[in-house]
């Protein structure tokens, strides 16, 4: 009993594996090339916040030290 619940457990395991195909959005961004803005935009604003964090961690330093 317990080997065909393995067996039974292990197959559904592997069932899923297959329905892991190429999705459509994958697809669509790399056909039209959006994914290339997406990455750019999320670039810009991830370098704008560190920027922001660096510049507010000098001015907090300049005030410790006063």
Same mark, same amino acid.
């Given at each position: 009993? #317990? #080997? ?25 961004? #790399? ?29 907090? #330093? ?5």
């Amino acid at each position: 009993m #317990k #080997k065909f619940l393995n067996l039974l457990l292990l197959t559904l395991l592997s069932l899923t594996t297959f329905a892991q195909g190429e999705s459509g959005t994958n697809d669509f961004f #790399k056909s039209n090339l959006k994914i290339y803005v997406v990455v750019a935009v999320l670039t810009i604003i991830l370098s704008c916040i560190f920027i922001f964090l660096f510049s507010l961690e000098r001015r907090l #330093k300049k005030l410790e030290e006063k």
